[in-house]
């Protein structure tokens, strides 16, 4: 099952780009060159990744670093991507209150080896959901408080406190940023087979393997993910985790 590098798969790469380059246009969704550039940098990013992985895996220090990086990045992208890129340093560490204890109790517990090519997959799975969670959060909360800024004002004109006020109308949505993580959580193996179950199959164990790093994975997933949007709620509301443009429209 495994994708072997050649023209067959240049060329179904390049109709999958066009596929979704033409319901781009037709649906006048306007992410055509968002898609492209985003296919073109996964196969630089994956080519470079695929050299460098194999000598990182030989280390544990140097896992460790790579997790760094990718840890870091993920706070850049996620930052950015919610319109806030000079509040990365408290996107990091909303990310980190997530990330840290979930990959503690899942080496911890030694329910996964401390090793190169356990924790580089591991963690950069909760990784990259920690930061969608993130990013969604962020993203919904924000347009929450400027579609409802009079009702924020109303707020504070009954007697509430800036933090009590930003709860009135944006409270809400908080729970959305966890919906993708909880469906895939409760339809796996009946939708999906992700990548954890099939990556333990490719590499040659067994079916009851597959599934127990699965499990774990979405679990400690939905653990990391639940914390981070907790955290980040939290430094929205104490007026840390903000656009500029909020900033100075006195959410605080």
Aim: net charge positive.
């Amino acid at each position: 099952m495994a994708a072997t590098p050649g023209p067959a798969v240049f060329i179904a790469l390049v109709a999958l780009v066009g596929v979704a380059v033409l319901a781009s246009t037709l649906g006048r969704l306007r992410t055509g060159p968002s898609v492209v550039t985003a296919a073109a940098r996964a196969v630089v990013q994956l080519a470079v990744v695929s050299l460098v992985i194999a000598f990182v895996l030989r280390s544990l220090a140097w896992s460790l670093l790579f997790t760094l990086v990718m840890f870091g990045v993920a706070c850049v992208t996620t930052s950015r991507r919610i319109g806030a890129p000079r509040a990365w340093p408290w996107a990091a560490a909303a990310m980190a209150c997530g990330l840290v204890p979930t990959l503690t109790i899942i080496f911890a517990s030694r329910a996964v080896p401390f090793n190169g090519p356990s924790l580089v997959p591991f963690a950069g799975i909760v990784i990259g959901g920690t930061m969608n969670a993130h990013s969604l959060a962020g993203r919904r909360v924000f347009a929450a408080l400027r579609d409802q800024h009079p009702s924020y004002e109303a707020a504070l004109a009954l007697g509430l406190v800036p933090n009590d006020a930003v709860d009135v109308v944006a409270q809400h949505v908080v729970p959305e940023a966890l919906v993708p993580g909880l469906d895939q959580t409760r339809t796996v193996g009946l939708v999906t087979l992700p990548g954890a179950f099939v990556g333990v199959l490719l590499g040659g164990g067994t079916p009851v393997q597959a599934g127990a790093a699965q499990v774990l994975v979405l679990v400690g997933l939905l653990a990391a993910q639940t914390v981070t949007v907790g955290v980040a709620y939290e430094l929205v509301r104490r007026g840390r985790l903000l656009p500029e443009d909020l900033r100075a429209s006195r959410w605080t």
